[in-house]
């Protein structure tokens, strides 16, 4: 476990997450390289049906206001901690969170920004984060991370398991080979660094000490079913849903879900 830091929460800027693009020219010449590498033999990725089909997110905001999601007031409200995916901004999980509010559930953001792949300094912040909103409310939180969200999840309740109740995650892809995706050439171009090398150090299969249910999908057209599915031992439960990668965000089936794992937290 690592070791707690000692300099005040309300001292600290959180780490810019615009400082980890490309900065000049050299930089951007590096991550244009690591994008163009040869595509390895990895497990089956999503199929270009899938990938198409989360094209109707864009449909999202003109169907929202006419859909109406049940919400039933939570009999033990928990306090939850939304991390959103890869290069997407916390801003994009607003519509689930003031669902689970309804129930009576306090949300929090993750206090970091976009979220274009892992640092150590995001990963230090982060956790100090937890501690700020664990202390703050008195009780373990609950970690719901959506694609590459559920990654910092994860890691995030093996630095400090004591501190979290359970995590949810959505789509992501803690299992098998980390290219068996639609997205990792994007994300090295982004993060700038090869998608199994992380800057920081995570045995990313390996599950959290805490209960850790994986949501994944069949219709995914970003990360591969299997991947976000997990092996037993790498996850305690693993719950399937009919959604698009894109949709876990704001899906009722999705919301309906967390809702569901936060009573039986």
């Known amino acids: 476990m690592a070791e707690p830091r000692t300099e005040p929460m309300a001292t600290r800027t ?3 997450s615009l400082a980890q693009l490309p900065a000049n020219r050299a930089e951007l010449a590096r991550r244009w390289e690591l994008a163009r590498e040869p595509v390895p033999l990895v497990g089956s990725r999503p199929p270009l049906r899938h990938l198409l089909g989360e094209l109707v997110h864009l449909t999202e905001p003109v169907r929202r206001p006419f859909r109406r999601i049940a919400v039933a007031p939570a009999a033990e409200p928990r306090t939850v901690m939304l991390l959103p995916g890869f290069a997407t901004h916390p801003i994009r999980m607003r519509y689930m969170a003031r669902q689970l509010e309804r129930a ?3 949300v929090k953001r993750w206090g970091l920004g976009f979220n274009f792949g892992p640092s150590e300094a995001n ?10 909103v664990y202390e703050r409310y008195g009780r373990p939180v609950v970690l719901v991370g959506w694609s590459l969200g ?4 994860r890691e995030l309740a093996k630095r400090r398991p004591g501190m979290v109740l359970k995590v949810v995650t959505m789509g992501t892809p803690f299992s098998g080979d980390p290219r068996a995706n639609n997205a990792w050439r994007i994300y090295q171009f982004v993060a700038g660094h090869r998608v199994d ?8 299969n390996a599950k959290p000490p805490v209960e850790t249910v994986a949501l994944w999908s069949p219709r ?3 990360v591969s079913p299997r991947s976000s599915c997990g092996r037993a031992g790498e996850r305690d439960r693993a719950i399937a849903l009919r959604c698009t990668h894109i949709g876990f ?3 009722p089936e999705s919301i309906a879900t967390i ?3 936060l009573e039986s937290a």
Not at 123 to 132: A, G, K, Q, S, T
Not at 197 to 204: L, N
Request: net charge negative; glycine share 8%; charged share 25%.
């Open 220 to 222: 995914d057209g970003i």
């Open 197 to 204: 090398e992380p800057p920081v150090a995570a045995e990313i």
């Open 104 to 106: 009576g559930h306090k």
């Open 249 to 251: 965000s704001y899906s």
């Open 14 to 16: 959180a780490p810019s």
């Open 123 to 132: 990963f230090d912040y982060l956790e100090d984060r937890l501690v700020e």
């Open 150 to 153: 559920g990654l910092f999840a």
């Open 259 to 261: 809702l569901a794992e």
